[in-house]
């Protein structure tokens, strides 16, 4: 059987920019190993969102920095489909920001594992059994 592993917007940026001790050490050869590495496109908007406000410095303009990480890097963008958004806004009432709930609903559309540390995510009942352990 094939892996699939969603990357939450945070582990894409640490794991593109080699920061590997910011996750559980166990992750890099899973995340090296898997048979696809995907993102949500909101991680795309997280990511450019950050860095012009502040938030995050890239070493180069958003656009550059994200098409880098994306193809070059062994990354595919997932679609935004009808189907995950039904299901972001069908998940439990954890939190609520949008973002996340479309990177949760993604993940379970795929039946893919999801890399995150956030600590709302362990809180959601349907993503038990998604959500990568360290």
């Known amino acids: 059987m094939s892996e699939m592993i969603v990357l939450d917007t ?5 794991w593109i920019n080699e920061e590997y001790h910011r ?6 050869s899973r995340i090296e190993n898997a048979d696809k590495v995907v993102v949500s496109p909101v991680s795309c908007f997280e990511i450019a969102l950050a860095n012009q406000r ?3 410095t890239l070493p180069c303009n958003a656009g550059d920095w994200l098409r880098d990480a994306l193809t070059p890097a062994g990354v595919e963008l ?3 489909t009808a189907e995950i958004s039904a299901r972001a806004v069908l ?5 609520k920001d949008p973002f ?3 990177i949760i609903a993604s993940a379970l559309e795929h039946n893919a594992q999801l890399a995150s540390i956030d600590g709302n995510f ?3 009942v349907e993503l038990q059994s998604n959500l990568m352990k360290a």
């Open 122 to 124: 362990p809180l959601y």
């Open 10 to 14: 945070h582990i894409w940026f640490w």
């Open 100 to 102: 996340d709930r479309i």
């Open 54 to 56: 502040g938030r995050l």
């Open 23 to 28: 996750f559980p050490a166990s992750w890099l």
């Open 91 to 95: 998940l439990s009432p954890i939190h």
């Open 78 to 80: 997932l679609p935004m």
